[in-house]
């Protein structure tokens, strides 16, 4: 990651910025200015027309927008904020042969997860309640009997976590995985159709949500 952008304008390092630093720097200091691992620039919105691979629109509405879709020159736009592509900006930087990946899949993962959250409370069942020690004891046989035939012990590094049982957060974020490469896998399928294909993964992700609604009203009838 080469550049990050906050309230208080850009921070650059084109040899890659050490995030984790970054991360506490923001934290201790509420923004960018002053990180040592970069140079600053107070013009934020300048960096989203920076040369580089990806471009993650993280936080505003509308940054991408028909006074710099001209400018943006990576090939791929990963949309992490909700709408922050207008319409005249998206259907510029598709002419000019850009690659969108949309706010209605990129940022997906907080409905999932709370998707999950209603199911658990209709439920009142934390997940992997009754399967968790079951699991441990299973896992923890296991090693043993590992251990038994090969005359050897069980690596440190990795024994803990096999041990352990599948944790409420082990299962959501397993689930969540599980949706997102499914649906990801969806949407190319749904852009490249020979028969029907979408005008972009836009509107491939719509048909394919469309599509999944019309799917569960049949099944119950409607």
Not at 83 to 101: C, F, H, M, N, S
Not at 154 to 171: N, V
Not at 189 to 215: C, F, H, K, M, T
Request: charged share 25%; with cysteine.
């Amino acid at each position: 990651m080469t550049a990050v952008i906050e309230r208080d304008g850009v921070i650059r390092n084109p040899d890659g910025l050490d995030i984790d630093a970054l991360r506490a720097h923001i934290a201790g200091t509420g923004g960018v200015a002053g990180y040592a691992g970069g140079r600053h620039d107070p013009d934020g919105a300048a960096a989203l027309a920076d040369d580089c691979d990806i471009l993650i629109p993280a936080a505003v509405e509308s940054v991408l927008n028909s006074e710099n879709a001209n400018s943006i020159r990576a090939p791929l736009i990963v949309e992490a904020a909700n709408g922050p592509t207008t319409y005249q900006a998206d259907r510029r930087l598709r002419e000019r042969g850009k690659v969108i990946i949309p706010d209605l899949f990129a940022n997906a993962g907080g409905v999932v997860v709370s998707y999950f959250e209603w199911v658990k409370n209709l439920t009142h069942i934390p997940f992997g309640l009754m399967e968790r020690r079951y699991d441990e004891k299973g896992h923890q046989t296991l090693a043993r009997s590992l251990e038994l035939m090969t005359g050897k012990s069980f690596p440190k590094e990795t024994e803990a976590e096999f041990l352990h049982g599948r944790r409420e957060i082990d299962l959501v974020r397993s689930g969540l995985d599980d949706m997102m490469r499914s649906t990801y896998a969806e949407l190319p399928r749904r852009w490249n159709d020979p028969d029907d294909a979408a005008e972009d993964l836009r509107s491939a992700g719509y048909a394919v949500a469309i599509g999944r609604i019309a799917e569960a009203y049949k099944a119950i009838g409607i």
